[in-house]
């Protein structure tokens, strides 16, 4: 019995050991999000993007010995299977989590690893989160273990009527999005935001339609065209997207897109032709901007070569970099510690200094507006998707131009 | 008046479009009994194989050898999976039509992988066709009513003049005697699922260009066909017909009107602001519900007509 005891005790302190080695030299972050269904090829995209970052920071050292490990989990899109997942990785051990596709999923994740951090001191877990982007994450429902590598829906529509403020041909805006959360976000803040810039821009049409329900378009675009329009404002994702798009162009619309998410897996594929001239995005990175650092050209063409693929979710170049920044700076990779660097924190991103505002964790960087126009070599090297099209940047606007004031409360742990 | 012309068109085109895909579906259920699942993935089938065609050798040739691909594998589907499940009663047949369609999407994404593929419009049908007034009619839409209405001709004199149509429908009702008479019913079974899922192949082709192939297609039009199905009454070709205008019709001009229950308030001077119990209710606009309206029309249906428009079946 006694003989067996020793045995255990030793086992288990070999154990330990044998961790604690293992935590000092590797830090798995556990990616949860969606590898299968409707949008798992999006969502293969980023995990490829975050395992090609933290190869790229393995190999360069970036958190001094440290190493970084890429641990997918598919929560097929649903918040109540995260949360399951998110009890996995904890068993695992794993203490760093990123997830980004779908708000729901995020303010479940950012709800469950508050809870999770609070009863169980000594093994808390951080939420890097590189594409939730409803602003509730960093204000209502703020949480210091929670930290947003994109710019939230608010910012971007910042951003976006901005630019668009400065157009004088912009007389007649149409506003068209999937009716859930987001989408009615995205339709309260384009029209607050234009009658605070520019009172003059009409509001000609408002129109929701359910998320991913629609087959044909032909009608919203026959409704867009009779309504004169010169320029659509639209919050839609995936085919939706696309289709809109598409049906536009049937239909003659001639007036500009004003979107989010044209940039992402499957649309430019899906648009082709049919977006060019006209659609525009708003987000954190332009592939052909000239301003990049040389490395966003070094990462986009290395990602390329290894996959195949387009490298489009600079997020987790931002989340990589700054966990080894903090992890380098505290020279541990607890957590507790790499929490209270990363607030307030810059480091160099790939669209240049990336600040994480300490008050409420929301990345403050510089925004971009890009056009769908054909790849040319010069202005527009990178082409999407071998579509033979790419993103011209129209404007990059620093920082400053989308900050936005936060409610957050933030509770500090001691 | 030019916006309704439009509504008018793009109503009738997108519910030829729909006829299309679920006459397939309503055919073999009225020929075999089977409510097939998988029809959704023959659709989609023939689009990656236009796709695939047409990356070769050219729109035109993909839009006649993709439907007899589909045929192949229909009559493959038909002759070494249903057949063999048929001894087993409806539930199996049931089964194995909805273990299928997930099969066919998997096989999909293996081949083509997870994303959408570039199946585009041939340049020759790239355009407007016409004008009304200052709005443009495209050509291809008006490609898709052809063919739309090319099928249904051919189906409906293939069934009711020429002899094979005469075998099949009198298969339906007895097949024992048909037997007898020394024909195949087992062929001509296979022959009716083949043509069925062909059907739905030569949606795919024009839809599929029209629309995004991905391998989230079927999924998109799965139950829309039940729908066209269910509201034209199961088994009822000519049902099918009218139940998928009819949806073409309702889903497009409900977009096209922007007011809600609370404007029909606010005629009789009952004005709903967000502090009336229900707003959000009231405050949903026509054009937010046009895509749920196919669905509500077969809910209705459901309760005051349950065989369909046409059916003969009842319940």
Not at chain 1, 229 to 237: K, L, Y
Not at chain 1, 356 to 366: C, G, I, L, N
């Amino acid at each position: 019995m006694n003989k067996m005891r020793s045995l255990m005790a030793g086992a288990t302190i070999a154990f330990a050991l044998a961790c604690s080695i293992a935590s000092a030299e590797t830090v798995r972050i556990a990616y949860i999000d969606t590898l299968s269904g409707l949008m798992g090829a999006l969502g293969n995209n980023e995990l490829k993007s975050w395992q090609y970052v933290t190869e790229v920071a393995n190999q360069q050292d970036w958190a001094g010995g440290t190493k970084f490990e890429m641990v997918p989990f598919d929560n097929k899109l649903s918040p109540q299977q995260s949360l399951t997942l998110l009890n996995e990785a904890a068993d695992q051990g794993i203490r760093y989590i990123t997830q980004g596709n779908g708000s729901s999923v995020g303010l479940a994740l950012e709800d469950a690893v508050s809870k999770y951090n609070a009863r169980n001191p000594g093994k808390e877990i951080i939420y890097l989160n590189f594409a939730a982007v409803d602003p509730a994450m960093t204000n209502a429902r703020c949480d210091y273990w929670h930290f947003r590598l994109d710019a939230n829906s608010d910012m971007k529509m910042e951003a976006l009527t901005t630019f668009l403020a400065k157009d004088p041909n912009v007389k007649k805006v149409y506003l068209i999005d999937q009716d859930y959360s987001f989408g009615h976000d995205v339709s309260r803040t384009a029209q607050e935001y234009l009658k605070r810039k520019r009172p003059d821009i009409q509001i000609v049409g408002d129109d929701f339609h359910p998320l991913a329900q629609v087959k044909d378009f032909s009608p919203y675009a026959s409704k867009i065209k009779a309504s004169g329009a010169d320029t659509v404002i639209t919050g839609n994702w995936g085919s939706d997207l696309a289709l809109l798009i598409k049906a536009g162009k049937d239909a003659g619309v001639t007036a500009n897109y004003y979107t989010y998410y044209a940039s992402t897996t499957g649309v430019p594929t899906a648009m082709g032709a049919a977006g060019a001239g006209r659609v525009r995005y708003v987000g954190y990175m332009g592939a052909n901007t000239a301003s990049n650092p040389p490395q966003a050209n070094q990462i986009m063409d290395g990602f390329k070569k290894k996959y195949d693929d387009d490298f489009f979710e600079m997020a987790a170049y931002t989340g990589v970099a700054l966990l080894s920044k903090a992890i380098k700076d505290t020279k541990s990779t607890d957590p507790v510690k790499v929490a209270k660097a990363m607030e307030g924190m810059k480091v160099q991103s790939l669209n240049g200094i990336v600040e994480m505002r300490a008050s409420d964790h929301q990345a403050e960087q510089p925004l971009v507006i890009a056009t769908w126009v054909k790849a040319d070599g010069k202005d527009v090297k990178y082409d999407q998707e071998k579509t033979g099209y790419g993103w011209r940047t129209d404007a990059v606007l620093d920082a400053s131009s989308a900050v936005q004031p936060t409610t957050c409360q933030m509770k500090r742990p001691n | 008046m030019e916006f309704f012309v439009i509504s008018l068109l793009n109503g009738i085109s997108y519910g030829l479009l729909l006829f299309l895909l679920s006459s397939g579906l309503t055919l073999i259920f009225s020929m075999m009994g089977v409510l097939n699942f998988a029809h959704a993935s023959f659709y989609m089938l023939g689009a990656y194989f236009a796709y695939a065609i047409a990356s070769k050798i050219g729109f035109w040739p993909a839009l006649v050898l993709a439907p007899l691909l589909i045929v192949v594998v229909g009559a493959l589907v038909e002759r070494f999976g249903l057949r063999t499940v048929h001894k087993y009663g409806h539930v199996a047949e049931l089964l194995f039509t909805f273990g299928l369609a997930y099969l066919i999407e998997e096989a999909v994404k293996l081949v083509w992988g997870q994303s959408a593929v570039p199946y585009r419009i041939p340049q020759e049908l790239d355009g407007p066709l016409f004008q009304v007034f200052s709005s443009v009619f495209p050509k291809y839409r008006a490609f898709m009513m052809l063919v739309s209405v090319l099928m249904l001709v051919t189906m409906y004199l293939v069934l009711t003049r020429t002899r094979i149509g005469l075998v099949i429908q009198a298969a339906l009702t007895h097949p024992q005697m048909v037997e007898a008479l020394g024909h195949n019913v087992q062929r001509v079974f296979m022959m009716v699922f083949a043509g069925g899922a062909a059907l739905a192949g030569i949606a795919g082709v024009i839809g599929g260009n029209a629309f995004v192939t991905s391998p989230s297609m079927a999924a998109s039009v799965g139950t829309i066909v039940f729908v066209v199905a269910v509201v034209g009454g199961m088994g009822s070709l000519a049902g099918a017909f009218i139940a998928s205008l009819l949806i073409g019709l309702l889903q497009t001009f409900a977009v096209t009107i922007d007011s809600s229950l609370a404007d029909l308030f606010g005629l009789i001077g009952l004005h709903v602001t967000s502090a009336t119990p229900l707003s959000s209710v009231w405050k949903l606009s026509v054009s937010q519900m046009a895509p749920v309206m196919p669905y509500l029309l077969m809910v209705v249906m459901m309760i005051v007509r349950p065989r369909g428009l046409m059916g003969t079946r009842e319940g």
